[in-house]
């Protein structure tokens, strides 16, 4: 992630906004991992093919933080390392797009339907405030660094929260009208935007990470 200190900014704060960007970045990396385990565990007792490929969206999204923060860590030393990664994360994406438009499909032509999911809906409820809130703080950190690798980061961050409303439609519409088909209708709505994070993870984000200051 580069960071490039602004002339109206002192050592002291550029380095505090470093230290804030990094405690944002692992607090969605922790969020992701909660967000993973409850989600799948919620999916697969209710049987919702948009909670469990939400859930392991989340798993994906976890290991792309882990590489950013490592990358953080590793300095220039990690720049070839960080490129593998992230095109092994950008198939994971692909996988996952697949995966789930597979299963969404069996479910509509089966006519399955999924149990009610309380916990999903608060999971996703949540998620649906948090996210927001995160990719703001993030760009405002990343205003005051100038790092367009935040800015980048805070758009996947608002991703997140798309897949979240997606989700919560899905599941309080099957749960307050019986709309067994909203499930799968909602996870074949996360495909798009699951194969979208694949692109980006191949071409090495949206924002030159890779360019001259790392």
Known sequence: MAFVVRVNATPASHEQDIRR?????????????????????????AGSVALIGFGLDSVIESLSGATLLWRLQAGHRGTQRERQAEKLVGVSFFLLA???????????????????????MALAGASLIVMP????EKRRVAARLDSRALVA?????????????????????????????????AALVMV???????????????????GPGH
Request: charged residues 15%; negative net charge.
């Open 133 to 136: 809130w995160l990719a703001r």
């Open 98 to 120: 697949a995966y789930v438009a597979g299963e969404a499909g069996a479910a509509l032509w089966q006519r399955e339907s999924p149990e009610t999911s309380l916990v999903g």
């Open 192 to 210: 798009p935007i699951i194969v979208r994070e694949g692109v980006v993870a191949l071409r090495g984000g949206e924002c030159g990470c890779h």
């Open 153 to 185: 980061d805070s758009k996947q961050t608002d991703l997140c929260a798309w897949l979240s409303a997606i989700l919560l439609a899905g599941l309080a519409l099957n749960t307050g009208l019986g709309w067994w088909w909203a499930d799968p209708v």
């Open 21 to 45: 960007g990094r405690v944002l970045e692992y607090f969605t990396l922790g969020w992701n991992v909660l967000e993973a385990v409850v989600a799948m565990g919620a999916g697969w007792l």
